[in-house]
């Protein structure tokens, strides 16, 4: 899974087994500048921003990408447990 970006990091903090939650860290200066967590009644990973950060199009499309790879993973964690 891609966790380094042009801008930014996405540093694993916790994993239940079931779902992640994750650090989105700015590469230049180590601010954090929010997470990605499991959002339980969307039941998707939603980003979750720090206050007063400005992103450009390229870090939400960065973002966009790592939730997007968050969901395939999970899609095929579960088509595992359930061929099982």
């Not at 996405?10 to 079931?18: C, F, T």
């Not at 400005?54 to 579960?78: G, P, Y």
Request: aromatic residues 14%.
């Amino acid at each position: 899974m891609k966790t380094e970006y042009k801008y930014m990091t996405m540093r694993l903090i916790n994993d239940s087994g079931k779902t992640t939650v994750w650090d989105i860290i700015n590469r230049r200066s180590g601010i954090v500048l929010g997470g990605i967590g499991w959002y339980s009644p969307w039941r998707e990973y939603v980003f979750f921003t720090t206050p007063n950060i400005a992103f450009n199009t390229t870090c939400l499309s960065d973002i966009q990408d790592f939730i997007k790879q968050l969901m395939d993973e999970r899609k095929e964690k579960l088509c595992l447990k359930q061929s099982e």
